[in-house]
């Protein structure tokens, strides 16, 4: 059932992405006839088309969510993008900024005048304000503060005080609190006179006289049991509680580890400050998710899809340049075995298996290394004996391989020095494989560096020219008088 209604909702947007990318090239023909014709009244003509082009595309994405209009933003070039955009009505602009990439969003914003800014922005809350901040000039920034009134200016202070990565940061402010020492029915009277809940909302807060949280009351409790009953008795008094400071990367895996969806954020002194939601946390984890993808190749997360060829060409010179210079070690490396390659010609279909297995090997152990410092499983107490264990398995796995690398090189060659040299290097490299992609996310992870960023690119160059060298040096040192 999962799976269909994922192929559907796929299917929508491409339904919708096709429907909007026909409707762009419809207009384009009608607006190329126009200005081909020789009408006195060309101008008023092409007025009256353009607001034709307008009312059909806002008919289309009328009944669209804000992430689905992101996502045919996303997947238009910038001039049809533009169009599109224009097309928006201004009371959805701000919640489909939230929604598409940052590369996307700048090239939005920047075609907007700061008044046009600061109204999209006046229809946010100070929490999804704060997510567009970085991305909003300067002079339509402090047109938007203006337009605040202190509560909402004191939030939006607040939020921009913390760190991207701490919790803090991702905090709201869409929240009830209570104290315990009223009964069920006049929560419940309270709710009613207010009409509707923030979003997300699954628990209320309790609170002392001085804001200090004291514990949370589910809904579930609060409508199951007797409305004479205070809170005192029912509250969640061991609540789950964040700190401000935290890091977000350690609460997401809270999150997923208790099944929350929200939790208190309360400061050093244990005062409330806010909340944090689902939602926030889905958003983090997706957007670590994208960069992750893009840095273990190399790209930068502001890349658009549709940017100049320029710009796109700049961000990814940088590993390329890399890439140059590892590529020019192996070529070297080559070179200088050349003498013994020109005699024994089967070294040269070789040695690139020795190479690729490698990279394989190195690149599993990697991952696995990245994604355990993402989740937090790896500690001091437990570094060692994964070292160990990783490297026991190396040495099984590269005994394994060389052995059916030597069998197979025997069998295909009818040469015994031959083969033991594939397997002895085989084993060498696939060894050599494993400490490097061991070394290089646990050495950037202690240097306070992201150990996805660049690990791929690194761990094959050094991969190919280790198994280069080592296969090429054992048949230099065995086989050079076969």
Known sequence: MEATEKLDTQQFLLNQLEAVVNLLEKQRIEKSLVERGSTANHVLVESMLNKQHQARLQKQLRHLHPADIAYLLESLPLEPRK???????????????????????????????????????????????????????????????????????????????????????????????????????????????????????DKLFVVDQHNRIKGTLPLQRLLTHSPSLPVSEVMVSDAIVFSATQDIAEVARAFERYGLISAPVVDAHGELQGRLCVDSILDFIRDKTDEDMLTQAGVSEEEDLFSSVWKSARNRWGWLLINIVTAFASTRIIGIFE???????????????????????????????????????????????????????????????????????????????????????????????????????????????????????ILTSITDSMGFFIFLGLASIFLVDH
């Open 83 to 201: 169009t599109v955009w224009d097309a928006i009505k201004s009371e959805h602009e701000g919640h489909v900024l939230l929604e598409v990439s940052d590369a996307v969003r700048h090239t939005l914003i920047s075609g907007m005048a700061a008044e046009e800014i600061a109204s999209v922005a006046g229809q946010l809350d100070t929490d999804e304000l704060a997510e567009l901040a970085a991305d909003i000039p300067k002079r339509a920034m402090l047109k938007i503060l203006r337009s605040l009134n202190s509560d909402e200016r004191r939030h939006l202070n607040t939020l921009l005080s913390y760190p991207d990565q701490q919790v803090g940061a991702f905090m709201d402010f869409g929240m009830i609190t209570i104290r315990d020492d009223i009964n069920l029915k006049a929560i419940c009277a309270y709710i009613r006179k207010l009409g509707k809940l923030p979003g997300q909302t």
């Open 339 to 457: 003498d013994i390659i020109l005699q024994l010609v089967a070294l040269a279909s070789l040695m690139p298996i020795v190479a690729a297995m490698g990279g394989n090997m190195g690149n599993q152990t990697s991952m696995l290394i990245i994604r355990s410092l993402a989740l937090g499983q790896i500690t001091p107490a437990n570094i060692q004996r994964l070292i160990k264990k990783e490297l026991t398995l190396a040495v099984i796995n590269g005994s394994f391989i060389g052995l059916i690398m030597g069998g197979a090189s025997l069998l295909l060659y009818q040469d015994g020095p031959l083969s033991a040299v594939m397997a002895a290097a085989m084993f060498s490299n696939l060894l050599v494989a494993v400490i490097v992609g061991l070394g290089i996310p646990l050495l950037r992870h202690k240097l306070g560096r992201d150990p996805a960023v660049g690990t791929s690119i």
